[in-house]
């Protein structure tokens, strides 16, 4: 059974880098696409990105100048880096699997999710 | 950007009833649709994918339908273990967008 586990800093000054880092457990990262989404407190859910183990890879254009996505297969790790942050980063970031199909392209299985709050 | 809009944002109900929340999309995003459950304090947990297919494990009260933009989600016979916020997402275009939510509430 997949199983995704968040880790990181809970605590990040504003202008610095928010590096996380989800490790897959139960099956190899090297299938599927791999994604971060996040979602401040008492809000909706916003998608950040996927990365996939070919390279493809796809932002969201609000993010995209700041975020990096990537995946260490001899980890069987992916990991995400936002830079330049600023209080509205604050929120709870979940990593998620991408299962897809001719049709549909879903987040099948979550991490339990981390709480990053962005203040000095 | 496509715009997923939920409706409503908040519905009260009662153990037993048939509960249906509907997700409009601002264009056509073919049947990428999927739904989430969300308790608090929780992650999100795929209940749809493909606008009416079922997750595996999923209870079969929960069901999923589409009609051009128009998308639906509904619980035959609501459960205490239902009492939750509900959550549309396409994943047609970039970037995916979510809906705002419907919290079931009793």
Same mark, same amino acid.
């Given at each position: ?120 | ?44 947990? !795929? !209940? ?59």
């Amino acid at each position: 059974q997949v199983q995704l586990q968040e880790s990181g800093p809970g605590l990040v000054k504003p202008s610095e880098t928010l590096s996380l880092t989800c490790s897959v457990s139960g099956g190899s990262i090297s299938r599927y696409y791999w994604s971060w989404i996040r979602q401040p407190p008492g809000k909706g859910l916003e998608w950040i990105g996927y990365m996939h183990h070919s390279g493809s890879n796809n932002y969201n254009p609000s993010l995209k100048s700041r975020v990096t996505i990537s995946l260490d297969t001899s980890k069987n790790q992916f990991s995400l880096k936002v830079t330049s942050v600023t209080a509205a980063d604050t929120a709870v970031y979940y990593c998620a699997r991408v299962n897809s199909g001719s049709n549909y392209l879903a987040f099948d299985i979550w991490g339990q999710g981390t709480m990053v709050t962005v203040s000095s | 950007d496509t715009q997923m809009t939920q409706s409503p944002s908040s519905l009260s109900a009662s153990v037993g009833d048939r509960v249906t929340i509907t997700c409009r999309a601002s264009q056509s995003i073919s049947s990428f649709l999927n739904w989430y459950q969300q308790k608090p304090g929780k992650a999100p947990e !795929l !209940l749809i994918y493909a606008a009416s297919s079922l997750q595996s494990g999923v209870p079969s009260r929960f069901s999923g339908s589409a009609s051009g933009t128009d998308f639906t989600l509904t619980i035959s016979s609501l459960q205490p273990e239902d009492f939750a916020t509900y959550y549309c997402q396409h994943s047609y275009t970039n970037p995916w967008t979510f809906g705002q939510g419907t919290k079931v509430e009793i």
